[in-house]
């Protein structure tokens, strides 16, 4: 089955700073990339996604790259703010919604 | 906020004990997976309901089970229950047969069994 890694398990930036969480995936098949934000007591956000017939995609602060053939997709968040502090998954999925996640990332945001 | 509400936010359970856990889908969405997160992890996949059947199962014994209703509406069962249990159970609504459709989960219920 699929397996994700996320790298790295924390992160501690400056606000305005930007930052950056990388993943791996392993099955050749997937080809839907969602990224998810966490608060303490809530569920999961959807926050961007890709999918595999695009390289990029940005929204605004926040953009997601995607490299098909080393299998692996990025975060990148431009100048952060405290309010960006949280839990951050990344995901993949060959389809039909059944997401195989990482094991998140927790970024701080200092003020 | 996303339109998928979980009931109830909290449960104490006893080893051994059942437990049925509730998800409302978002409106236009007719199917509803089910995830584990345990403290300091990634959800796990339990399994998804599709037109009220499984569809599809993660690595969970039988002792998990679920039901899907004509409201797309959806329950998660566990029997017996196990320490290891405790969670954070997360339920995801999304639209089915359409490729790489995104999954919105509720706030989850927090289950500890002691």
């Known amino acids: 089955g699929e397996n994700v890694e996320q790298h790295p398990s924390t992160l501690s930036v400056q606000e305005g700073d930007s930052a950056v969480i990388k993943c791996t995936y392993s099955?050749?098949?997937?080809?839907?990339f969602p990224w998810y934000k966490q608060e303490l007591g809530k569920g999961p956000q959807l926050i961007i996604d890709?999918?595999?017939?695009?390289g990029e995609k940005k929204d605004q602060r926040i953009a997601v790259t995607l490299n098909k053939t080393a299998k692996h997709f990025s975060l990148h968040i431009t100048e952060t703010q405290p309010e960006d502090s949280a839990v951050y998954f990344c995901?993949?999925?060959?389809?039909?919604?059944?997401?195989?996640f990482g094991k998140g990332t927790m970024l701080l945001v200092s003020p | 906020e996303t339109g998928v509400t979980q009931s109830p936010t909290h449960l104490i359970k006893t080893r051994g004990q059942q437990v049925t856990l509730r998800c409302s889908s978002q409106?236009?969405?007719?199917?509803v997976s089910w995830y584990q997160q345990a403290l300091g992890q990634g959800p796990q996949f339990i399994f998804q309901?599709?037109?009220?059947?499984?569809?599809g199962r993660g690595n969970f014994p039988p002792r998990f089970s679920g039901l899907q209703f004509p409201n797309y509406s959806s329950e998660l069962n566990v029997n017996a229950l196990e320490l290891d249990d405790s969670a954070l159970y997360l339920c995801?609504?999304?639209?089915?047969?359409?490729?790489?459709?995104?999954?919105?989960f509720g706030q989850g219920t927090r289950l500890t069994v002691v």
């Open positions: 995801a609504s999304s639209i089915q047969g359409v490729l790489n459709t995104e999954a919105f």
């Open positions: 099955d050749s098949a997937s080809n839907y």
């Open positions: 890709i999918r595999s017939n695009v």
């Open positions: 995901a993949a999925s060959s389809g039909y919604s059944t997401l195989t």
């Open positions: 409106s236009g969405h007719n199917t």
């Open positions: 309901y599709y037109r009220e059947e499984e569809n």
